[in-house]
């Protein structure tokens, strides 16, 4: 370090410190950096065409009402039936590869490049259909009117209307909701009728006369055609419930849309766009095998099948945002990964626990060697420039830095704990009795939250296991593996999320990069889509909350446990366990026994 670059801190100016910790973070990942580029650039176009594809169809036909596209539209039956059979596709090609990848032709130039081309193909195909099959050929509209009706205007009125008065301006703005339709108090989830909402104070007092007329120019969007039945229907879910960085950003940009037929058909681009980018961002990191093989199984993953917010508005930043940040710790890009993951986080709050698998790193590498590890004090610089930009956006609504007090205050009332939502995937659903019935007639959600009472301290105890094994292990791994590892283990334990939040199940793809030149790690890898596909059928048979109370939640247990018994067992945590619970004497204490 020469003299100029010196300074206060300890011999070295703040820059000059700062840049010798990203020189030494990226360690060997400036070494192929070239074939990096090109694989970026291979997957921008790759994923682009997909993108592009939805463009042309979304800009082409949707946008124009007059130009219904296919006719007859698909049944559910039929829909559900094509996502089986893709992930049956997927399941038995991805089997296949690794029984037949002992021929020496696929180990050539040759066979690697003819086994990227079949994967591109496959994922090519599901991905189009993923975009496409429940939004497109089932529904007669691509846009998903219910959920941009919340997370469209939501944002875009955040400032006048918070998260509670969504419901109340819309009764009030569409006098063609008869009185007697069913609602909600969103400051309590008690049900209403719209005539009790239309009764409380003016929603216009809280708009400026130009914003009040937009607005209900909006809602008309909604109820075009006579649809005002379905605008009443929408006003019985759970409302908006963004963070004040999603109302923020996501808020700008709806701003900036003159809301019409054509542009609600077109904003689903959005988030078609911000997938993309996160799958191109695995071939980036991972390579083409494995990053294709990730977006084959978010393809076909049984969570999410872009049903419940897909085609919707800007749902899908976060989702982007957590991939790029594993994808940038598979690069050593640990600046950007802090980056990432932290708005990630700002997003959706839950992202938050993907950082305590390395969190548990940096903690056992600190107390080995006594001093933080250089490469997670650029993780924290990056995450520390997120959390300034992010949590600036977020208090610069109309509330200011009281838009997080609102925030929290409405998660009290969102939170799920204690209830069984339908949609429920996690380690809690378990732990109630469904019997044998597959109806949505079962027991009632009230019952099973009363049952669940008696033996909640059994979960958690199993839940805390699961996760101290999962943090464990999670010290021996690669640091992209601790991150997936861990924050997919507190996830599934502990958080209780809407299932459709597990697509994020594709990460899990990534934990078996180093191991699948093992016969352990391609039986996981083969048993995750099997597992999948499994889930799959029963998303053929059964009704909803079978297939993601009961379905979903049990196969995904059985395969977390499996993974954590995989990790704990080839990375030496049983024996370190064995070794603390019944110590050996040390030589010395021995010889001196003897």
């Not at 719209?194 to 006369?209: I, K, N, Y």
């Not at 049984?302 to 989702?319: K, L, P, V």
Request: charged share 15%.
């Amino acid at each position: 370090m020469t003299d100029a670059t010196s300074g206060a801190l300890g011999g070295q100016s703040l820059r000059a410190r700062v840049e010798s910790w990203i020189v030494e973070a990226r360690g060997s990942a400036a070494e192929g950096d070239a074939r990096a580029r090109r694989r970026a650039l291979g997957a921008l176009l790759f994923f682009g065409s997909i993108f592009a594809a939805m463009a042309i169809y979304l800009v082409g036909w949707e946008s124009d009402p007059s130009q219904p596209w296919p006719q007859p539209r698909w049944t559910k039956d039929q829909e559900e039936l094509g996502f089986y059979r893709l992930a049956l596709g997927a399941t038995l090609a991805v089997a296949a590869y690794f029984v037949l990848r002992r021929v020496a032709w696929l180990r050539g130039g040759l066979g690697r490049r003819a086994t990227i081309g079949a994967l591109m193909l496959m994922v090519a195909g599901s991905g189009l259909y993923y975009f496409s099959a429940v939004h497109g050929l089932r529904n007669a509209n691509y846009s998903h009117r219910w959920d941009t009706y919340h997370y469209l205007l939501g944002p875009k009125y955040y400032d006048e209307i918070d998260y509670y008065d969504l419901y109340r301006c819309t009764a009030q703005a569409v006098p063609q909701i008869p009185d007697s339709a069913k609602t909600k108090h969103l400051d309590s989830y008690k049900g209403a009728k719209v005539g009790e909402l239309r009764a409380q104070a003016s929603c216009e007092a809280q708009f400026t006369p130009e914003r009040w007329e937009e607005f209900k120019s909006d809602l008309a969007v909604y109820g075009e055609g006579n649809r005002y039945r379905a605008v009443a229907h929408m006003m019985r879910d759970l409302g908006y419930n963004g963070t004040p960085s999603h109302s923020v950003i996501a808020g700008w940009v709806a701003n900036h849309i003159d809301l019409s037929a054509a542009t609600l058909a077109q904003v689903p681009l959005i988030d078609i766009a911000f997938l993309c980018i996160g799958l191109g961002a695995m071939v980036w990191a991972f390579g083409w095998r494995l990053g294709l093989t990730v977006a084959l199984f978010f393809f076909v993953d049984a969570c999410d099948r872009y049903s419940t917010n897909g085609g919707s508005f800007f749902r899908h930043f976060w989702s982007m945002s957590l991939f790029l940040g594993v994808a940038c710790l598979g690069r050593r890009r640990y600046g950007w990964a802090g980056f990432w993951l932290t708005a990630s986080t700002a997003m959706n709050v839950f992202p938050l626990v993907f950082m305590l698998g390395l969190a548990a790193k940096g903690a056992v590498e600190w107390w080995r060697s006594r001093e933080f590890p250089v490469r997670f004090r650029v993780f924290v610089l990056g995450a520390a420039v997120a959390a300034v930009l992010f949590g600036t956006a977020g208090a610069s609504s109309a509330r200011g830095v009281g838009a997080y007090t609102s925030f929290f205050e409405n998660m009290e009332t969102h939170n799920v704990r204690g209830r069984f939502p339908g949609y429920g995937v996690g380690l809690k659903f378990n732990f109630v009795d469904y019997g044998r019935v597959r109806t949505k007639t079962g027991t009632s959600a009230s019952s099973k939250a009363k049952a669940f009472e008696g033996i909640r301290d059994s979960y958690r105890l199993l839940a805390l296991s699961l996760i101290a094994v999962g943090l464990w292990a999670s010290t021996r791994l690669e640091d992209h593996q601790a991150a997936v590892l861990a924050g997919l283990t507190i996830m599934f334990c502990q958080l209780e999320t809407t299932g459709y939040y597990f697509i994020v199940f594709a990460l899990l793809v990534t934990l078996w990069r180093p191991d699948l030149l093992r016969p352990g790690g391609a039986a996981m890898l083969i048993g995750l889509f099997g597992a999948n596909l499994w889930c799959m059928r029963s998303l053929v048979e059964d009704n909803y909350y079978y297939f993601f109370n009961v379905s979903i939640t049990s196969a995904f247990t059985l395969y977390l446990v499996a993974t954590l018994v995989y990790f704990a067992y080839t990375r030496g945590v049983f024996a370190q366990l064995l070794g603390v619970l019944f110590p050996l004497p040390s030589p010395e204490a021995a010889s001196e026994e003897e």
